[in-house]
C-alpha cells in the first residue's frame, strides 16, 4: 500500500527514537568497557545488525498498524464530517477495530442525521416558502424573462427564455453564468445599459427602455429592460423580458436597422431568394410599426425579385441628413440593368403606412429606394464603462445570484474553487489511440454553478466515427455501429460542445484520454478549448494520496455515489461531476482554495509524476 510523506517522516522519528534508546546504554558501556570486552563486541557484529533491523522492522509493524486502526480512520471521518457540512451524504465509512472508534462514527452518523433533519426543517420555513412563490411566478410567465449582469453574465432565466432563444446550432447557449452576448448582440444591450443608466442618473420615473431586435432564428421580438440598483443607486444588473412580436397591429417600435434587414433576409431565404447586407452597421435605429412595417418590406422585396426574376438580392443602408437611406436591388452581375415591367404605383395600405412614418419610395434602374426618419439612441455612452472588454406544463426558473459575490475583475486563476463554473465532460470512442484513427462517438457534459449540478444545462450527443468500433470499446459503452449512422460527424458536434463549454472550467475524469481525442480535431476545425482543466482523479490524489486505485468507480464507491449511467458519456459526466462536488470541501479543508493552487497541487500528485501529460 502506498503511504503517505507523514506516515513515512512520523516512522523516521519514531525510528532514530528506537535506535537512540538502543544506542544510549550500548555507547556509555563502550566507553568503559576494556579493550577485550570491545574486541568481543565488535566479533559480534553481525548480531547487532539483525538486532537493529529487528527494531526497525518492529517499529514499522507497530506504526502501520496503529495508522490503519486509528490515524487513517480518525482522516476518514473528519473527510465525512465535512462532506455533511457541505450538505452531502457521508460516505461509507470502514468497520471501526476499537470501541472507541465505533463511537466516534455513530456519533458522526447521528450528526448528519440531525443536521439534514435541521436543514430541511429550515427549508420548509418561511424564507423558503417566497423563494417557491417567487420562482413560481416568474416560472409562469409567458414571457422570456432573464436577469443578467451589466458585463452580460446570466444570473437567473426561465424555461421560456430556454425555449426562444436556443437553437439546435446553439445548445447550452443560455445558462447561468453564460453570456447573454451569445444570443443577443453585444451592442444592443450596451444600447440599453446606456439608456437605463441615463435614466437612473436623471432619476426617471419609470427607468426601462423597449426596443425590438431580431433573433438569429429570423424571429423578431419585443426586448423590456429593466434596471435592478445597487449601491449607490447604480446600475448592477438588469432584467430583460422578451416576447415574440404578434400579427396584430402594435405601436412604434425602436429597432436597428441591421435588425430589421436581417430578418428580411432569414424571410426571404425561406422564398428561395438570397438577400446579401452591404454597409449595413448597428448604429442605424429606426422607429417604425411592426409588424406590418416589416412585411410591406418583405412583399417589396418579393416584388423586386418576381419583376427581375433575380434571386440575389443586395441590402444597403445609409444614414445621411437625419433620414435612413434602404436600397433593394439585384445583386451585381446578376443583373445589367433593371426594367420595371409595369408602372409602379403602390397600394392604398402601402401608401398610408408610408405617410404615417413619414417615409418616401421610389423606384429607379437600380431597384427601390426607401427614405424613412432615423430614430439615433439618444443618451449612448453613459454605461459603456460598466461592460469589461473584452416543455413541461409547469415553466421553472433557473437562477444562481451567488455569482454576484464574485468580483468579474478577479483573475480566473485566483478565484475560490467554489465560486466556478464547471463544464463535466466525458466522451466514449471507437478505441484508444486516436493517432491509429480511432473516433470520439459520444460526447456527454453537464454544467456546475454555484456549488450546484445543473441537470437542465446539459450536452448529450452520440457522433458517427466514420471508423470502425473495436469489440473491446462496444462491451465497455455497449453502443452498436447500426446506432451511429444517422448521427452528425465529429466536425458538427465539436463546434457546438466548444460553444456549450464557453466561459466555463472544463472537468473531466482520467480527462487526459479525452483531450487527446479532442486535441486530434482542434487545427483541422479551427477550434481552441484553452480553458483551464481540472482533473478529478488528480484531485482525488491531492485528498487521498494513499489510495491504491484512483477510478471513477472505485472513487464513486468511496463517496457513496450511485453509478447510475455508467459507461455512458452523459452518464459518466454527471458522476463525475458529483464527485468533483465531493472533493471540493476537502480540498478546501486542505488549504486548496483557490484554481491556480488546486492546478499547482494536481501537478504535484504520483498519478501526475508518474504517467500524465499535459491537460490544458
Known amino acids: 500500500m502506498l503511504q503517505s510523506a507523514r506516515f513515512w517522516k512520523t516512522y523516521t522519528v519514531l525510528a532514530l527514537l528506537g535506535l537512540l534508546l538502543l544506542a544510549a546504554p550500548n555507547l556509555i558501556w563502550w566507553f568503559s568497557a576494556s579493550p577485550s570486552e570491545r574486541a568481543w563486541l565488535l566479533a559480534r557484529y553481525p548480531f547487532l545488525m539483525v538486532l537493529i533491523v529487528l527494531v526497525l522492522g518492529g517499529i514499522y509493524a507497530l506504526w502501520l498498524h496503529g495508522y490503519q486502526t486509528h490515524v487513517r480512520p480518525i482522516d476518514r471521518l473528519t473527510d465525512a464530517i465535512h462532506q455533511v457540512l457541505a450538505g452531502h451524504t457521508p460516505p461509507p465509512l470502514p468497520q471501526a477495530s476499537t470501541r472507541e472508534l465505533r463511537n466516534l462514527q455513530e456519533a458522526v452518523t447521528e450528526l448528519a442525521h440531525r443536521y439534514r433533519l435541521q436543514t430541511e426543517t429550515s427549508a420548509a420555513g418561511p424564507l423558503y416558502r417566497e423563494r417557491n412563490l417567487l420562482a413560481m411566478l416568474l416560472g409562469e410567465l409567458p414571457e422570456a424573462v432573464l436577469v443578467c449582469r451589466t458585463s452580460g453574465q446570466i444570473l437567473l432565466y426561465n424555461e421560456t427564455a430556454r425555449r426562444l432563444l436556443e437553437t439546435p446550432a446553439h445548445p447550452g447557449a443560455i445558462g447561468l453564468g453564460r453570456s447573454i452576448f451569445h444570443s443577443l448582440d453585444r451592442d444592443l444591450i450596451v444600447f440599453a445599459l446606456d439608456e437605463l443608466a441615463y435614466r ?305 472550467v472544463l472537468v473531466g475524469h482520467n480527462v487526459a484520454f479525452d483531450l487527446k481525442f479532442i486535441r486530434q480535431k482542434e487545427k483541422a476545425l479551427d477550434l481552441h478549448f484553452d480553458q483551464p482543466v481540472l482533473d478529478t482523479m488528480l484531485l482525488a490524489a491531492v485528498v487521498d494520496p494513499e489510495r491504491q486505485h484512483y477510478g471513477l468507480d472505485e472513487l464513486a464507491e468511496a463517496f457513496g455515489i450511485e453509478p447510475v449511467g455508467r459507461h455512458s458519456a452523459l452518464g459518466d459526466a454527471l458522476i463525475t461531476a458529483e464527485l468533483l462536488l465531493r472533493l471540493l470541501p476537502l480540498l478546501e479543508q486542505r488549504g486548496i482554495r483557490t484554481l491556480r493552487q488546486a492546478r499547482e497541487a494536481m501537478q504535484q500528485t504520483q498519478p501526475a509524476r508518474n504517467r500524465y501529460g499535459r491537460i490544458s
Do not use: M
Open 200 to 504: 437612473l442618473r436623471w432619476q426617471h420615473p419609470h427607468p426601462t427602455v423597449h426596443f425590438v431586435t431580431c433573433l438569429s432564428s429570423g424571429q423578431l421580438v419585443r426586448v423590456q429592460a429593466t434596471p435592478i440598483r445597487g449601491e449607490a443607486d447604480r446600475l448592477e444588473a438588469f432584467v430583460l423580458l422578451l416576447q415574440p412580436l404578434q400579427p396584430e397591429a402594435q405601436p412604434f417600435e425602436f429597432i436597428r436597422g441591421a435588425d430589421l434587414l436581417q430578418a428580411l433576409a432569414l424571410a426571404l431565404q425561406k422564398a428561395g431568394v438570397s438577400l446579401q447586407l452591404k454597409g449595413v452597421t448597428g448604429t442605424l435605429w429606426l422607429r417604425v410599426r411592426l409588424p406590418e412595417a416589416f412585411e410591406a418590406l418583405r412583399q417589396l422585396a418579393l416584388q423586386l425579385h418576381q419583376e427581375t426574376a433575380c434571386t440575389q438580392l443586395l441590402a444597403r443602408a445609409t444614414s445621411e441628413n437625419g433620414r435612413v437611406h434602404l436600397r433593394l436591388s439585384p445583386r451585381e452581375g446578376h443583373l445589367q440593368t433593371l426594367e420595371w415591367r409595369q408602372p409602379y404605383v403602390p397600394e392604398p395600405s402601402l401608401q398610408a403606412l408610408l405617410q404615417e412614418h413619414q417615409a418616401t419610395l421610389q423606384r429607379d434602374n437600380e431597384g427601390l429606394h426607401l427614405t424613412l426618419p432615423a430614430s439615433p439612441p439618444p443618451h449612448s455612452g453613459a454605461a459603456r464603462v460598466l461592460l469589461p472588454s473584452s416543455p413541461a406544463s409547469r415553466r421553472p426558473i433557473y437562477a444562481e445570484l451567488s455569482l454576484l459575490e464574485t468580483s468579474e475583475a478577479t483573475p480566473l486563476d485566483d478565484r475560490p474553487l467554489h465560486s466556478l463554473i464547471y463544464t463535466v465532460f466525458d466522451t466514449e470512442t471507437t478505441g484508444l489511440h486516436p493517432e491509429q484513427g480511432d473516433e470520439i462517438i459520444a460526447i456527454g457534459a453537464v454544467r456546475i454553478v454555484g456549488g450546484r449540478i445543473r441537470p437542465e444545462e446539459t450536452f448529450d450527443q452520440l457522433v458517427n466515427p466514420r471508423w470502425p468500433i473495436s469489440l473491446d470499446s462496444v462491451r465497455v459503452h455497449g453502443i452498436q455501429p447500426a446506432l451511429l449512422q444517422d448521427k452528425p460527424p465529429i466536425e458538427e458536434v465539436l463546434p457546438r460542445f466548444h460553444r456549450f463549454a464557453q466561459d466555463t
